[in-house]
């Protein structure tokens, strides 16, 4: 018992289903998938849902936020009492989520960074003032909304309840009161970087003041074989970098082994994308710098200076 | 054209003070317009053309009440500000936030509203969304550019893997993010403008909204559990110093020297 009566998964991605699947066997009695084109979402996971509700994706013209309308009724057909709707974080299914929040007249927590009944009530922890606090929440509607970011629920700790699927069944489009229609799309350049994965990634901030100041990052990256990340204000203000370099809360989170920070003043957005690096150095020259309180080892001084005479070292 | 744009003004995150309990101290914390709202702001400045006008829309309790606060926002470039104020208002649901803003947007006039993808302390990433469902308008989040194009909007959509292009007949409501512009800063003759500008106060009652039973409930806030971390300084002369950092380098990296 203290489980919810439905629980509802969508993703524009097929691969963000097997978290979705695991997530709602733990929380759900029943759990309904919705699909496009009757994609297989079970794969390789082993978790199945009790109902597989299949979208013609072609009437949404590829925009899933269209069928916020169609989901919507499904939705209100089921008999819960008590009940739940789980997307990933991808923007699309962030925007179909609001939509189905307004609809469904259910509040929405988005990134959820835990998610579990407790004595029957549904909980939700979230990130607050950027990363700072987690703020714990008790849901009271009858049906919640929720986005879950990836990595949140893995298959090692659960046993699927359910050997299979009992039926899938179509869906008729009910169209929005807007569609949402592409005039073009392209894909946004293939970036091969996995900071998230690399061993020691190297940070640059504002402390850089010319784009030609990379070469020397990039001569101390290639010492010491890392990967080179920023600050916000470098991925898009200066845009010296792209965006998937951008280390934050909004970016990409390491978990490296060494972090090297550089010109970086260490704000709290950023530092909680690097709160799980083994080792976190810093070299500023500012000794007042928030960052110094976030570190283990460092110099405070010129990194035009240092910089050099660090691959010097590291070199000889 | 008649632009909205709308923000929150948050505590800064960089003054709150944690409690040994790991309790939030918030009560010498100065406040802030959060950062994409500048964005927004920014966006709608850049699209206005010399007849359209730009009103800047907060929803919020006794922070809206600061003239400096007010001012700020004004020396971005809005021609008015329009708040809707009340002690009730000060941390309400994000879609009892998008109701009200919703009311007052229909009350003020419209053919765009502008929002930041997400404000710096909740980062609840809907609001902006939620009004537009609640308009019943065309609305898309996630927005890197807009180009005015009759009577719609062309919008770039930086999403996960792809940018799209949409046109959105207009009235639109769209949540910009952060990569859109750079803010530029005001310019002392805005900050001295700011001033003589006009500010509308209402409360929630002038706009028909009374909060309903609260579906979410805040139960704790707790800081995040921070790795421990040595806080070193290596205080020697330079060659020395380096010498060090160099030698931990390689320890941690298991790097042959």
């Known amino acids: 018992m203290g489980k919810l009566s439905s629980v509802w998964l969508f993703s524009e991605k097929k691969e963000r289903y097997a978290q979705l699947l695991i997530a709602a066997d733990i929380l759900g009695e029943t759990i309904n998938a919705i699909v496009l084109d009757g994609e297989d979402i079970s794969g390789s996971s082993g978790f199945y849902a009790d109902t597989v509700y299949s979208l013609d994706d072609r009437s949404s013209g590829r925009c899933v936020e269209n069928y916020a309308e169609t989901m919507a009724a499904a939705i209100k057909k089921d008999n819960y009492a008590t009940g739940l709707l789980l997307l990933s974080t991808t923007k699309r299914d962030k925007a179909l989520a609001a939509r189905l929040s307004i609809l469904l007249n259910a509040p929405l927590i988005n990134e959820a960074v835990d998610i579990r009944m407790e004595h029957g009530v549904l909980l939700v922890e979230q990130r607050l003032h950027g990363g700072l606090a987690i703020g714990l929440k008790k849901i009271h509607a009858e049906f919640a909304i929720a986005t879950l970011p990836p990595g949140l629920f893995t298959a090692t700790t659960v046993e699927p309840t359910r050997k299979a699927s009992c039926q899938t069944l179509p869906l008729d489009y009910l169209p929005p009161h807007h569609s949402i229609i592409r005039q073009e799309h392209y894909s946004k350049p293939v970036n091969s970087v996995e900071l998230a994965k690399a061993k020691c990634v190297i940070g640059i901030g504002r402390g850089l003041t010319a784009q030609d100041d990379l070469q020397m990052i990039q001569s101390l990256a290639s010492c010491l074989n890392a990967e080179i990340g920023c600050s916000r204000p470098i991925a898009e203000g200066e845009r010296w970098l792209g965006r998937e370099r951008y280390i934050g809360i909004s970016g990409v989170m390491l978990k490296c082994e060494v972090y090297l920070a550089i010109g970086i003043s260490g704000q709290i957005q950023h530092m909680v994308g690097v709160n799980s690096a083994k080792v976190i150095i810093a070299i500023n020259k500012d000794k007042n710098a928030p960052i110094f309180k976030l570190t283990d080892y460092g110099i405070v001084g010129d990194l035009y200076t240092i910089v050099p005479m660090l691959i010097d070292t590291l070199k000889s | ?257």
């Open chain 2, 1 to 257: 054209m008649k632009i909205i744009t709308c923000c929150k003004l948050v505590v800064d995150e960089q003054d709150i003070v944690i409690r040994p309990d790991r309790s939030l101290d918030i009560a010498h914390a100065g406040a802030k317009i959060s950062q994409m709202d500048l964005n927004a702001i920014e966006a709608a400045m850049q699209l206005a053309r010399e007849q359209d006008s730009i009103a800047a829309l907060s929803v919020g309790g006794c922070l809206l009440g600061h003239s400096k606060l007010r001012k700020d926002i004004l020396s971005r470039g809005p021609h008015a500000l329009y708040l809707v104020q009340g002690d009730k208002l000060a941390d309400i649901s994000s879609k009892d936030t998008a109701q009200i803003l919703a009311l007052a947007a229909k009350r003020i006039g419209f053919d765009l509203i502008l929002f930041g993808e997400g404000s710096d302390d909740i980062y609840a990433q809907q609001v902006g969304l939620l009004v537009g469902e609640i308009l019943q308008l065309p609305t898309v989040n996630a927005v890197s550019d807009i180009t005015l194009d009759g009577d719609s909007v062309l919008v770039k959509r930086t999403l996960d893997d792809e940018i799209e292009v949409l046109r959105l007949p207009l009235p639109a409501v769209l949540s910009v993010t952060s990569d859109i512009n750079v803010p530029t800063l005001p310019t002392m003759k805005a900050i001295l403008a700011a001033g003589k500008k006009p500010v509308v106060v209402w409360n929630e009652g002038d706009l028909g909204w009374s909060p309903s039973v609260a579906d979410i409930e805040t139960i704790s806030i707790r800081a995040l559990n921070q790795a421990e971390r040595k806080q070193i300084l290596i205080e020697s002369a330079l060659p020395d110093a380096v010498g060090m950092l160099a030698e931990q380098l390689r320890k941690s990296l298991n790097l042959v020297s």
